[in-house]
């Protein structure tokens, strides 16, 4: 995503591109998962990064996306929000 955009922006660029946000900010996102849920606006899911995976290397994050997407399936993540956890 460009720098600067908006937390709705965002999601809303992710959603048409059918991608899933990966984030820290937990408070705004999930705020913002539940307007667009109440208006009828789809998104592709976000995930929070919180604890020590948000201060790990980005090699710890890709692995547990990684996990994230083996242990979830083809589960649509429209509207979903969950927790990324550390695959180690």
Partial sequence: MPEGWADE???????????C???GNRG???D?????YAAGRPHAGVLFVQGALRHA?????????????????????NYIWGFLHSAE
């Fill in 9 to 19: 922006q965002q999601l809303t660029e992710a959603a048409i591109e059918g991608r």
């Fill in 21 to 23: 946000i990966v984030t």
């Fill in 28 to 30: 705004d996102f999930e």
């Fill in 32 to 36: 913002l998962t539940r307007e667009f």
């Fill in 57 to 77: 290397n980005p090699a710890a994050v890709a692995r547990a996306l990684l996990a994230f997407d083996q242990e979830r399936g083809d589960f649509p993540m």
